[in-house]
Nanobody, 126 residues
Framework: EVQLVESGGGLVQAGGSLRLSCAASGITFDDYAIGWFRQAPGKEREGISC????????YYADSVKGRFTISSDNAKNTVYLQMNTLKPEDTAVYYC???????????????????WGQGTQVTVSS
């Protein structure tokens, strides 16, 4: 059974940084992607970044490009999302999720992802 556990959320002032972690277990397929989504109250779930397990290729939504960086530590089965220059509009619940093969890296949709973590709250104050 695939399990994902997010951590690292919290309250930060605008301009600050946070690093989210997604610890994965139970993944048995050879090729997959782990993605980060976020959902603010009253808004749709937005895919913001993902990384391929096979070649490390990445995707970033325009809303976070240049500010957020996704990375993975395969030895720890953990994916990180480094978030810099945070803005109040980044406030949301952040989720990590797994996309089984065939994976898509050039775009993201929550419909393509099969396993989800419980989410972690990120609040950016102005």
């Amino acid at each position: 059974e695939v399990q994902l556990v997010e951590s690292g959320g919290g309250l930060v002032q605008a301009g600050g940084s946070l690093r989210l972690s997604c610890a994965a277990s139970g993944i048995t397929f050879d090729d997959y992607a782990i993605g980060w989504f976020r959902q603010a109250p009253g808004k749709e779930r937005e895919g913001i970044s993902c990384i391929s397990s096979s070649d490390g290729s990445t995707y970033y939504a325009d809303s976070v490009k240049g500010r957020f960086t996704i990375s993975s530590d395969n030895a720890k089965n953990t994916v990180y999302l480094q978030m810099n220059t945070l803005k109040p509009e980044d406030t949301a619940v952040y989720y990590c999720a797994v996309d089984r093969p065939p994976v898509t890296i050039y775009a993201m949709s929550p419909l393509w992802y099969d396993y989800w973590g419980q989410g972690t709250q990120v609040t950016v104050s102005s």
